[in-house]
C-alpha cells in the first residue's frame, strides 16, 4: 500500500495509466530485484566486516542500516497518514489496469499473469466483480463474459464448469466477489502475522546496528 501512496503523490491522476502499463511493470520488476540485491549486498558487507573484523565495513553496514529503518519508519508513516486516498486511488488504478491492459488470451503480459494470479489465489473476480470486465474493450469483443482464473477451478486449474466463463454464476464462479474486498479482507485476517512480522524484522534489523556499532568499537580499542 506504501508503494501506491508514494506514486499517488508525485504522479498527476492523467499519467497514471504509464505506471500501470505491462512494460513498467516489468521495469517495476527489475527494480525490486535490484532492492533486493542491495540488501544482499549489505548483509554482506556487514558478514565480512565482522569476519575481518573491519571498522570501516561494519560502521558502514550500520549505518546503511539505520538508513533503511528510516525509510521503513517513513512508509509506515505515510501509510498511515494517506490510507484513505490510498485505498481510492488503488481501486480506481486497479479497474484502470483491468480495464486497460487485461487480454486473457496473451499470457505473457504482465498485467494478465498478475491478475490472474491474483484471482486464482484469492477466488475472486475484477476488481468490485466480474462486472468490471465489461469496461474492457478488449475483452467485450470475446464471447466471454470473465475469464477461467474467475472460476471455481479444478486442481490443474481447468474450470469444473465449461461454461462458467460465458455463464458465471454463484455454483461455478467468484463472479460476485471482487478482489480488493478480498484483498482487504485478506489483510485484517493476517494483520497480526504482518505486525509482528514487522516488529521482529525492526527489532532484528536494530540488534544488527548495536552488534555492529558495538564490534566497530571493540576494534577501535583493540588496534589502540
Do not use: H
Amino acid at each position: 500500500m506504501s508503494s501506491f501512496i508514494g506514486l499517488l503523490k508525485v504522479v498527476p491522476a492523467d499519467k497514471l495509466e504509464t505506471f500501470i502499463s505491462p512494460t513498467f511493470i516489468q521495469q517495476v520488476t527489475y527494480v525490486l530485484i535490484g532492492i533486493g540485491a542491495f540488501i544482499f549486498l549489505v548483509s554482506f558487507m556487514g558478514y565480512c566486516g565482522a569476519l575481518k573484523e573491519s571498522q570501516c565495513m561494519l560502521t558502514l553496514y550500520g549505518i546503511m542500516l539505520i538508513v533503511i529503518i528510516l525509510v521503513e519508519i517513513t512508509a509506515g508513516i505515510l501509510a498511515a497518514i494517506y490510507k484513505s486516498k490510498a485505498e481510492v486511488e488503488t481501486k480506481s488504478m486497479l479497474k484502470l489496469s483491468l480495464e486497460t491492459y487485461y487480454n486473457g488470451t496473451d499470457t505473457r503480459d504482465a498485467v494478465t499473469l498478475a491478475w490472474d494470479s491474483l484471482q486464482i489465489s484469492l477466488k475472486c473476480c475484477g476488481v468490485e466483480s466480474g462486472e468490471d470486465y465489461q469496461n474492457n474493450k478488449a475483452w467485450k469483443d470475446q464471447s466471454y463474459i470473465i475469464p477461467s482464473s474467475c472460476c471455481a477451478l479444478s486442481l490443474d486449474n481447468k474450470p469444473l464448469d465449461p461454461t462458467c466463463t460465458t455463464s458465471p454464476n454463484d455454483v461455478n464462479s467468484y463472479y460476485r466477489l471482487g478482489c480488493y474486498e478480498k484483498t482487504i479482507e485478506w489483510i485484517r485476517v493476517n494483520i497480526n502475522i504482518i505486525i509482528i512480522s514487522a516488529a521482529v524484522l525492526g527489532l532484528i534489523e536494530i540488534v544488527g546496528i548495536l552488534f555492529a556499532f558495538c564490534l566497530a568499537k571493540s576494534i577501535n580499542k583493540y588496534e589502540k
